[in-house]
């Protein structure tokens, strides 16, 4: 069974996780319950699985988000009133007051407004600022119909001049305030064609298994929505197959891991054996794994053993190997190259590859990486490699 599957008791319970209980990650702490001083948060977590979790499900702890409560202050004197603010027709003179007699503490405030203003008149005649035009006429629509139930519109442009009149320049005048653009939504368009789009796959058959995970035949409707406005149909097939979970595991047979690398070839009693014909010993294990829910166990065993002589690290004379047939092209395109190669392989003693056991003839194997030597080629004692361009390639792109 799948354990990324879930399952319900019924139909009203929730959704159960097909593995055993655990606990879900811990949500984020809630706000403190109160902004000054201490107060409490909390957080929690949910147990998801078969079976019961141990554990609390609520944590709660201490917090402070600030180690005092606000404290209003008192206002400073005014300061003396300003200049006027303009320099022509009627402005403002303003003052101003801190709060710091005394300073408010823990982010309090002074009740009351921190600036005062007063009317200033400077008897100068103001620049002429300026002022819009009439609007031209309105632009054609942005595009031809707009989509159904969508509350989306084209819309159409016009444009105004800042002439009416214009800002002055001795004394200089303001431009116009805004925009000279107005836009607006163009709701007599038609609507626009609506293709027709499938609606969710409903079941039309019982699952094809009893236990596990099968197949099932769906099907759908073209309704979601159907095509309108001279829409298209929807594309692709009304059916399909589909899998299914029975909620039910089906038996899982164990299954043999890969065979692990063999051991080193020794023999039980420690006599040396290395670069010698003496026979010794390796062995290897493999892991039955994944047998669930009354499945059968792996038929085999989980050792394996062999004889062998051990040729790790010892010297022997070796031969070249012819040379291998070219390897692919460094590049698909352009200049490339490709690559053979000769490798110096050892030449094993004459040793018997099968002796007589206690009770049988078993073969034995040479273990080990042994230090093969060969006549040099080109500097190269153990492998040399031959490089030539790949021809005809395509230009690259």
């Not at 159960?16 to 977590?45: F, H, I, M, N, Y």
């Not at 047939?325 to 490709?338: F, H, R, Y």
Request: net charge neutral; proline share 9%.
């Amino acid at each position: 069974m799948n354990i990324k599957y879930a399952y319900k008791e019924d139909q009203n319970s929730p959704c159960q996780a097909c593995r055993p209980a655990e606990w879900s990650p811990w949500s984020d702490w809630s706000g403190c319950t109160v902004s000054c001083l201490e107060g409490v948060q909390k957080r929690q977590r949910v147990c998801i699985g078969i079976g019961d979790c141990e554990g609390k499900k609520v944590e709660v702890q201490s917090c402070s988000l600030k180690s005092c409560c606000p404290q209003a202050g008192g206002w400073s004197d005014w300061t003396p009133w300003s200049e006027c603010s303009v320099t022509c027709s009627v402005g403002q003179r303003q003052r101003t007051r801190q709060c710091n007699n005394p300073p408010p503490s823990c982010n309090g405030e002074c009740e009351g407004d921190s600036i005062e203003t007063i009317p200033c008149d400077t008897l100068q005649i103001c620049p002429t600022h300026g002022s819009w035009g009439n609007w031209g006429a309105w632009d054609q629509c942005s595009f031809s119909c707009t989509r159904e139930g969508s509350g989306v519109f084209p819309v159409q442009s016009r444009f105004r001049e800042c002439n009416n009149p214009p800002p002055s320049t001795s004394p200089l005048g303001r431009d116009c305030d805004g925009s000279r653009q107005d836009t607006r939504e163009c709701r007599d368009v038609p609507f626009c064609e609506v293709d027709g789009q499938w609606g969710p796959w409903q079941d039309a058959s019982e699952c094809s298994v009893t236990c596990g995970v099968g197949r099932i035949r769906q099907t759908r409707q073209c309704d979601s929505p159907a095509p309108r406005h001279k829409g298209k149909d929807c594309v692709g097939p009304s059916q399909r197959q589909t899998i299914c979970n029975t909620k039910k595991p089906c038996p899982i047979d164990g299954q043999w891991t890969e065979w692990g690398a063999w051991s080193k070839c020794t023999r039980l009693q420690g006599d040396p054996i290395r670069c010698r014909q003496r026979v010794g010993n390796q062995y290897r294990h493999r892991k039955c794994e994944g047998q669930n829910y009354e499945g059968k166990w792996c038929e085999g065993k989980p050792r394996d053993s062999r004889a062998c002589y051990d040729m790790d690290n010892c010297p022997l004379d070796g031969s070249w190997t012819e040379w291998s047939e070219w390897g692919q092209c460094s590049s698909p395109c352009g200049q490339s190259e490709k690559t053979r190669y000769r490798e110096c392989l050892p030449t094993y003693p004459p040793y018997p590859d099968v002796v007589e056991g206690a009770t049988k003839v078993v073969e034995v194997f040479f273990s080990g990486v042994p230090k093969p030597k060969c006549s040099p080629i080109d500097g190269e004692s153990l492998k040399v490699e031959e490089t030539t361009d790949c021809k005809n390639l395509p230009k690259c792109p």
